[in-house]
């Protein structure tokens, strides 16, 4: 079975977008495309022209929450303040999703694909996304069909709050082994991180050893075959 690779890309803003224009540089050498996650209070016009210019190149757009703020309820368990869709009932999510959903049209973007932030899902947040005609959720085990009820496993790979140099070497290790292994390779890159020359050189040796494993490049919506998503 060829193995499938997806590189994210979170907390894209007006003050990281350098380190996001790199990174997508180097991926579009290696033909590898993005999945840009967007939280739309986080950037400007700026930040949603070079989103639009990125996906007429083949990237890909997630709504990756509204603000990243947790309701405080949540803050009571060991989730960060920025698990915003965590523990959300239904109710409340599709507060926040339809505010999201409308602050994404005023920057004249739109799609149907989900990315919670710290990739943690609410089972109400996951009832509010299927109400509002949402065609996937990538999550922190895996990326939901919300139409079919299919889910592709595989978990993230990414660094969270540890970058230190073992934990790069793990990332790149982690990459390898589930290409020889012919599964689903899900890379999260965040954009403060790349500043650092550490973890932004082991997303890039991730993404060659897994093409060096005959690893094939997707976006999220390419997972499930979502022309939305893809839309420019």
């Known amino acids: 079975m060829t193995a499938r690779l997806v590189v994210s890309l ?6 990281t977008l350098d380190a996001c224009a790199d990174l997508s540089a180097e991926l579009e050498r290696r033909r590898v495309p993005l999945s840009l996650l967007f939280a739309p209070r986080a950037g400007g016009r700026e930040v949603a022209d070079w ?7 083949g990237d890909a757009l997630l ?19 920025r698990a915003e869709f965590a523990t959300l009932p239904a109710h409340e999510a599709g507060l926040r999703l339809t505010a999201a959903v409308l602050a994404l049209g005023r920057a004249g973007l739109r799609t149907d694909s989900f990315a919670p ?3 943690l899902v609410s089972p109400g947040t996951l009832v509010a996304l299927r109400r509002m005609g949402f065609a996937l959720c990538a999550d922190l085990t895996g990326v939901r069909d919300l139409h079919a009820g299919a889910t592709h496993r595989g978990r993230i790979l990414g660094f969270g709050d540890r970058a230190e140099s073992w ?6 290790l982690g ?8 599964g689903l390779i899900r890379l999260a890159a965040d954009a403060g991180d790349l500043a650092r020359p550490g973890p932004r050189q082991a997303i890039l040796d991730a993404v060659d050893i897994a093409l060096h494993h005959g690893a094939r490049s997707v976006t999220y919506p390419q997972l499930l075959g979502s022309p939305l998503a893809r839309a420019a």
């Open 51 to 57: 989103i639009r210019r990125r996906r007429a190149a």
């Open 175 to 182: 990459a390898g082994r589930q290409a020889r292994r012919g």
């Open 117 to 119: 932030p710290r990739w």
């Open 63 to 81: 709504l990756h929450g509204f603000d990243h703020v947790a309701p405080p309820r949540a803050r009571l368990v060991p989730l960060g303040r």
């Open 10 to 15: 979170s907390g894209i803003s007006a003050r």
């Open 167 to 172: 934990w790069c070497y793990a990332l790149v």
